[in-house]
């Protein structure tokens, strides 16, 4: 088949959180089984332009129809890690992509409503007439309307569009002005079956554009679906889901273990596997020895996240303390792009500068997390709630136990060590439901306990985590078998 992914984000060279990874992952689970696989995403100033290889010109008369005038965009072609990705540049005085970041700014439906038009008009003029079009996140919710309303009276009747739930938390609310400048009719779509808002009856949703217009839709896990419908993490949108209940799925992500996977790991000293589980510790220490902790006799307890209000920010910090007040080192990564969180997080870093147990790095890094993966014993994730999660699925792969809150893909992936109703050698971690510090601390507690007392059984979890197979084979089939199920035959 002939896929084409657009998005706004690609590990590694445009990532923010999860989505980056799935794209990813995804993209190259599907070239590798044969398909043609291209990915279309905005060319930011902040790309990681070292990890392009390749990169030149292969489109340079792109005019995107924008409101009232013609924009001129350049289309630039290059690989990243094998996958074939064309980076859309704008010249327009709004400078859609040279932020300095991803999101954050006022505009943001603004930028990804024009990246979804100039990444159809790209399409058409280049002449591509993909088997399948997987969009995803609210970014380009708009991908599809525009592409079944629109581009189809231009002769691109081939498509159809499988279109991705990543996380229901952002939906892209705006004005209906938004509609006028990608040149559709406001009156046209501002209707309760099509774009308003639930919440906001004067404003557009672009989430919501993608469920209605696109022919499958999808979430990152199957219980994340069942809750977006049914459980109150719908935020507005479970009528719609609901009404459209025939074309959803929920297909649990993958993790790509050529990158992820301690056999092979270029970031870390020491590589090891279930056979050579021991190797484990040699990078525990090059994470002491990096972060400057103390050798101690102690379990690793470790955090990589953003840190956000989703992400259980107050449980995180309690589970600093906890584990520090019970005989553990704690490691933390993250990030926020809130600066009330991450004030808070500096000064608890400074709070906490002169403890040996404890280190937190305020930041983004890629390489830092490899090793911590490899070096930790523990990494919690504690989330309100978590469409699939990829920290708890990694964490697994090197051994490291997870102690996560059942929610989501968390609960779709861990199985407590003395809870689960799963034979004793799929239990994988701890998990709670109680989203507070008495439930953090009672998972926390039974596993710092275990890694104790009982320090054989923790090793058979820890193999029974590194056991199973997180990779993209399935989740790539079941997304081949949706592709098949609606592509235009
Ligand atoms: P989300 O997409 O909601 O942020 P996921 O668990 O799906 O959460 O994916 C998080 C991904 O981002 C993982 O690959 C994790 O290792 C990575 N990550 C999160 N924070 C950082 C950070 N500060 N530095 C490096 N990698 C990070």
């Known amino acids: 088949m002939y896929i084409v992914m657009i998005t706004p984000e690609c590990a590694p060279v445009a990532k923010v959180g999860g989505l980056a990874d799935v794209v990813q992952g995804l993209s190259r689970e599907l070239a590798i089984r044969g398909n043609e696989v291209e990915l279309i995403l905005p060319k930011y100033d902040c790309l990681r332009y070292d990890l392009i290889w390749g990169l030149t010109p292969s489109y340079s008369d792109l005019w995107v129809p924008y409101y009232d005038q013609w924009v001129h965009c350049d289309v630039y072609f290059g690989f990243v890690h094998g996958l074939k990705c064309f980076f859309i540049d704008a010249h327009f005085h709004k400078n859609f992509f040279h932020r300095g970041v991803f999101y954050g700014h006022a505009d943001d439906p603004e930028r990804f409503a024009f990246f979804s038009k100039a990444a159809l008009e790209f399409m058409l003029k280049a002449n591509k007439?993909?088997?399948?079009?997987?969009?995803?996140?609210?970014?380009?919710?708009?991908?599809?309307?525009?592409?079944?309303?629109?581009?189809?009276?231009?002769?691109?009747?081939?498509?159809?569009?499988?279109?991705?739930?990543?996380?229901?938390?952002?939906?892209?609310?705006?004005?209906?002005?938004?509609?006028?400048?990608?040149?559709?009719?406001?009156?046209?779509?501002?209707?309760?079956?099509?774009?308003?808002?639930?919440?906001?009856p004067n404003a557009i949703n672009l989430m919501k554009s993608g469920i209605v217009f696109s022919n499958f839709v999808t979430t990152v896990s199957p219980r994340y679906m069942g809750e977006i419908r049914d459980s109150g993490l719908g935020c507005g949108?479970?009528?719609?889901?609901?009404?459209?209940?025939?074309?959803?799925?929920?297909?649990?992500?993958?993790?790509?273990?050529?990158?992820?996977?301690?056999?092979?790991?270029?970031?870390?000293?020491?590589?090891?596997?279930?056979?050579?589980?021991?190797?484990?510790?040699?990078?525990?220490?090059?994470?002491?020895?990096?972060?400057?902790?103390?050798?101690?006799?102690?379990?690793?307890?470790?955090?990589?996240?953003?840190?956000?209000?989703?992400?259980?920010?107050?449980?995180?910090?309690?589970?600093?303390?906890?584990?520090?007040?019970?005989?553990?080192?704690?490691?933390?990564?993250?990030?926020?792009?809130?600066?009330?969180?991450?004030?808070?997080?500096?000064?608890l870093k400074y709070q906490l500068n002169d403890n040996p147990d404890c280190h937190l790095e305020i930041g983004f890094d890629e390489e830092l997390a490899h090793l911590i993966y490899a070096g930790a014993d523990l990494m919690v994730v504690p989330s309100a709630f978590e469409p699939c999660g990829l920290t708890q699925m990694i964490a697994m792969k090197y051994g490291t136990v997870p102690v996560v809150r059942a929610t989501g893909g968390l609960a779709d992936t861990v199985f407590d060590a003395n809870f689960?109703?799963?034979?004793?050698?799929?239990?994988?971690?701890?998990?709670?439901?109680?989203?507070?510090?008495?439930?953090?601390?009672?998972?926390?507690?039974?596993?710092?306990?275990?890694?104790?007392?009982?320090?054989?059984?923790?090793?058979?979890?820890?193999?029974?985590?590194?056991?199973?197979?997180?990779?993209?084979?399935n989740p790539g089939q079941y997304y081949l078998n949706i592709y098949d199920y609606i592509r235009d035959k």
């Open 129 to 200: 007439h993909p088997d399948i079009i997987h969009c995803h996140d609210w970014q380009t919710g708009l991908a599809p309307l525009m592409l079944f309303e629109t581009y189809n009276q231009f002769g691109m009747t081939h498509s159809r569009v499988c279109y991705t739930l990543h996380n229901l938390q952002h939906q892209g609310i705006t004005g209906e002005f938004i509609l006028r400048q990608v040149g559709l009719n406001p009156a046209r779509y501002m209707t309760p079956e099509r774009l308003q808002d639930p919440f906001y």
């Open 237 to 347: 949108l479970q009528e719609i889901l609901n009404a459209y209940g025939a074309k959803l799925g929920g297909v649990l992500n993958g993790v790509d273990y050529n990158f992820w996977n301690p056999e092979v790991d270029r970031y870390i000293p020491q590589h090891f596997s279930i056979e050579t589980l021991d190797g484990k510790y040699t990078n525990k220490q090059a994470l002491r020895h990096r972060l400057l902790l103390a050798e101690n006799f102690k379990p690793i307890v470790a955090v990589i996240s953003r840190l956000d209000h989703q992400k259980g920010v107050h449980l995180i910090r309690h589970a600093l303390y906890f584990a520090l007040a019970n005989g553990c080192q704690f490691v933390l990564l993250g990030a926020s792009p809130d600066p009330h969180i991450n004030h808070e997080f500096w000064a």
């Open 420 to 473: 689960s109703q799963r034979p004793y050698d799929e239990r994988n971690g701890y998990t709670f439901n109680d989203f507070n510090a008495q439930g953090l601390e009672s998972a926390l507690g039974r596993a710092v306990g275990m890694w104790y007392a009982y320090p054989d059984h923790f090793r058979e979890l820890m193999a029974n985590g590194m056991r199973y197979d997180f990779s993209w084979k």
